[in-house]
């Protein structure tokens, strides 16, 4: 290794999760002015999580919710969503040369992943808190870069994006202004009324509608509310797959699970709203 591969520097959009700095790639690392220094694993992606977040072992989705996920997407059943999502994307940046894009939470990278469908070219940066599900993630799509992250603390740059992407996370809005550049848009994908009516019916006895969550955020237009409603039918073990992505596998009591295995098959309503903003 000579000097002149010693002093590689390329300019990402990463901040230093200790003192909030601007991270360059020098070598197998992500480094600040300061000297903090983050390795790349083998994969590709990098810890940035704030220290304070470490210290409870494994935060987020663990290792069998993100291989459950994983199987439960690539078995096309929210197909409708993402397509929905590229269609939005492609007419909102009709005219667009090349977008950077962050995708907040974007666990396993399912949804980074159909993007390649939209019609312009463009820069990706995921993050999510679960290591396992970045993993994936960065070993699956190489050209896109990810991190271990935390949705109240980006590790991103300021007003460097402009799409951001929110799918079923934690909803920080000071966090989603604080990345995106001026004029730039927020997507929110958020539960429908009726999404997952079937597996609801399968767990418990007095069903409830989901919450319509449509709100309105300081330093953001409301631009557009997009639906999209689907019926899927699925055999346990798919079941089971979809049940380990939603919050009810953590308050359901034992032997849902094996109740879901069990069952013949069911169907279930899918619904998502893509709420579009734009800050302003
Ligand atoms: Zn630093």
Redesign the pocket.
């Known amino acids: 290794m000579g000097l002149l591969t010693a002093a590689v520097f390329r300019c990402i959009m990463f901040?230093?999760?200790?003192?909030?700095?601007q991270?360059n790639i020098q070598n197998k690392a992500y480094?600040?002015?300061?000297?903090?220094s983050f390795d790349i694993a083998k994969q590709g992606y990098v810890n940035l999580l704030p220290v304070n977040k470490k210290h409870s072992d494994n935060p987020g989705d663990s290792k069998e919710m993100v291989i459950a996920r994983r199987k439960f997407l690539e078995s096309g059943n929210y197909d409708c969503f993402a397509e929905k999502l590229c269609e939005i994307i492609s007419s909102v940046f009709a005219n667009s040369q090349k977008l950077s894009i962050a995708d907040c939470g974007c666990g396993e990278g399912y949804y980074d992943g159909k993007l390649k469908n939209i019609n312009c070219d463009f820069d990706l940066y995921g993050f999510d808190i679960s290591k396992e599900a970045v993993r994936y993630a960065s070993g699956k799509y190489k050209k896109y870069h990810f991190a271990v992250g935390s949705c109240f603390q980006m590790p991103l740059k300021d007003n460097s994006f402009d799409l951001v992407l929110n799918i079923f996370a934690p909803m920080v809005e000071s966090e989603m202004k604080r990345i995106l550049k001026k004029d730039g848009i927020m997507i929110y994908a958020v539960p429908g009324k009726n999404h997952l009516m079937g597996l609801k019916n399968l767990l418990y006895e007095n069903v409830y509608e989901n919450a319509e969550k449509h709100t309105e955020y300081d330093g953001f237009e409301f631009v557009s509310k997009n639906s999209v409603k689907s019926e899927i039918t699925l055999n346990g073990e798919m079941g089971v797959n979809l049940f380990k992505m939603t919050p009810y596998y953590f308050k359901t009591q034992l032997g849902a699970e094996e109740k879901i295995r069990q069952n013949n098959g069911f169907t279930t309503e899918i619904h998502f709203d893509f709420l579009v903003y734009k800050k302003i």
């Open positions: 901040i230093c999760p200790i003192c909030r700095t991270l480094c600040c002015e300061n000297n903090h």
